[in-house]
T-cell receptor, first 108, second 112 residues
Framework: GEDVEQSLFLSVREGDSSVINCTYT??????LYWYKQEPGAGLQLLTY?????DMKQDQRLTVLLNKKDKHLSLRIADTQTGDSAIYFC????????FGTGTSLTVIP | EAGVTQSPTHLIKTRGQQVTLRCSPI?????VYWYQQALGLGLQFLLW???????NRGNFPPRFSGRQFPNYSSELNVNALELEDSALYLC???????????FGPGTRLTVL
């Protein structure tokens, strides 16, 4: 369960949707999380999903979980320049593992 | 309600020195976690304390240690500092073990 993988970079135009993907390995994870980190700051919890759910929607954020493939995604609708940040997925089961982070750049 | 606080904000040390970082959890939270975020790398789990006890430890050498006090605040100690210890050290707290973690702003440690 040590490898939580994310693509490193994503660039989108303002107003488009962003999709950030994550694969994890610990099937015992009970919660999966998305955090946002702005430059020089700590991590801000965005949303989380229970492992027995397939989807969770929270305003502009949609989390999809494919437990069979151990794949988690975060979709940000109508992406704004303020969404530019690094996004981390994380799993907490027996251990606590964070992905390497995806740097999202929103182009005005 | 106050969030997780960490002190100091920034710290500069030289190789071989020792450093102590501090963290105060959200009121009512009993678990405190420490992570290292080196430049260009993701978060690496360091330590988890709950109810004053060390519950789990990441893959770091013994010169990284810590403790949790009766008021649930925590210290992270790093001895014999090395250049590669330069990183942002993040503390998080949760109501209990394996619950949602809420992060502090971090302490930026630079080792020269």
């Amino acid at each position: 369960g040590e490898d939580v993988e994310q693509s490193l970079f994503l660039s989108v135009r303002e107003g488009d949707s962003s999709v950030i993907n994550c694969t994890y390995t610990d099937s015992s994870s009970t919660y999966l999380y998305w955090y946002k980190q702005e430059p020089g700051a700590g991590l801000q919890l965005l949303t989380y999903i229970f492992s027995n759910m397939d989807m969770k929607q929270d305003q502009r954020l949609t989390v999809l979980l494919n437990k069979k493939d151990k794949h988690l995604s975060l979709r940000i609708a109508d992406t704004q320049t303020g969404d530019s940040a690094i996004y981390f997925c994380a799993e907490t089961g027996n251990q606590f593992y964070f992905g390497t982070g995806t740097s999202l750049t929103v182009i005005p | 309600e106050a969030g997780v606080t960490q002190s100091p904000t920034h710290l500069i040390k030289t190789r071989g020195q020792q450093v102590t970082l501090r963290c105060s959890p959200i009121s009512g939270h009993t678990s405190v976690y420490w992570y290292q975020q080196a430049l260009g790398l993701g978060l690496q789990f360091l330590l988890w304390y709950d109810e004053g006890e060390e519950r789990n430890r990441g893959n770091f050498p013994p010169r990284f240690s810590g403790r949790q006090f009766p008021n649930y605040s925590s210290e992270l100690n790093v001895n014999a500092l090395e250049l590669e210890d330069s990183a942002l050290y993040l503390c998080a707290s949760s109501p209990g073990g394996a619950d949602t973690q809420y992060f502090g702003p971090g302490t930026r440690l630079t080792v020269l």
